[in-house]
């Protein structure tokens, strides 16, 4: 059981908005910043948000993040097809004193 | 750009050491504020961070396996290594080597393409 914790799934259609919700604690989401990363089928995983909201370069502004108390979400906007893959969400956690990530999220485009 | 490979024993026989090696290029793994990590995905699992060697030379491990694991460098070699010792079957998966930038923020910015090890008689 990850220390995270993230819905096992997501869908939609081509055009709609998604988003994934990544739940914690106060020593984890609640004191620090999440990442999420994008894992696309037999690949490494990608940096997609980092420090709660912001797009590394090349990342389109379709992703975002957000961080409220101890949960956080990333919203998928104008959904397509090459977005199907799995997301996790990371963070430093101060009670294990390491880096924790979330069990993932597989997002299918319908 | 900075490139990370792994490279090891695909096959482990319990009791054993996992050893794996990745090799950086595109940037020195002894210079820059960096922590050049280990981590690994069980078979349709999530991801689970193993450790790092900062650039410094200093460690530092995933408490849940900081008994079993032991991570070095070969700075003239560009390299950096994993030892995961008395490994079963529940150390079969992908590991990756990757980059990450920040101290407690799990910035991986840069990853190897991913070793399935299996661990099995």
């Known amino acids: 059981q990850s220390v995270l914790t993230q819905p096992p799934s997501a869908s939609g259609t081509p055009g709609q908005r998604v988003t994934i919700s990544c739940s914690g604690s106060s020593s984890n989401i609640g004191s620090n910043y999440v990442y999420w990363y994008q894992q696309l089928p037999g690949t490494a995983p990608k940096l997609l948000i980092y420090?709660?909201?912001q797009r590394p370069s090349g990342v389109p502004d379709r992703f975002s993040g957000s961080k409220s108390g101890t949960s956080a979400s990333l919203a998928i906007s104008g959904l397509r097809s090459e977005d199907e893959a799995d997301y996790y969400c990371a963070v430093w956690d101060d009670s294990l004193s390491g880096w924790v990530f979330g069990g993932g999220t597989k997002l299918t485009v319908l | 750009q900075v490139q990370l490979q792994e490279s090891g024993p695909g096959l482990v026989k319990p009791s054993q050491t996992l050893s794996l090696t990745c090799t950086v290029s595109g940037g020195s793994i002894s210079s820059g504020g960096y922590y050049w990590s280990w981590i690994r995905q069980h078979p349709g699992k999530g991801l689970e961070w193993i450790g790092y060697i900062y650039y410094s030379g200093s460690t530092y491990y995933n408490p849940s396996l900081k008994n079993l694991v032991n991570i070095s460098a070969d700075t003239s070699k560009n390299q950096f290594s994993l030892n995961l010792s008395s490994v079963t079957a529940a150390d079969t998966a992908v590991y990756y080597c990757?980059?990450?930038?920040?101290?407690?923020?799990?910035?991986?910015?840069?990853w190897g393409q991913g070793t399935l090890v299996t661990v099995s008689s």
């Open positions: 420090r709660n909201n």
């Open positions: 990757a980059r990450g930038s920040l101290s407690k923020e799990p910035r991986f910015d840069y």
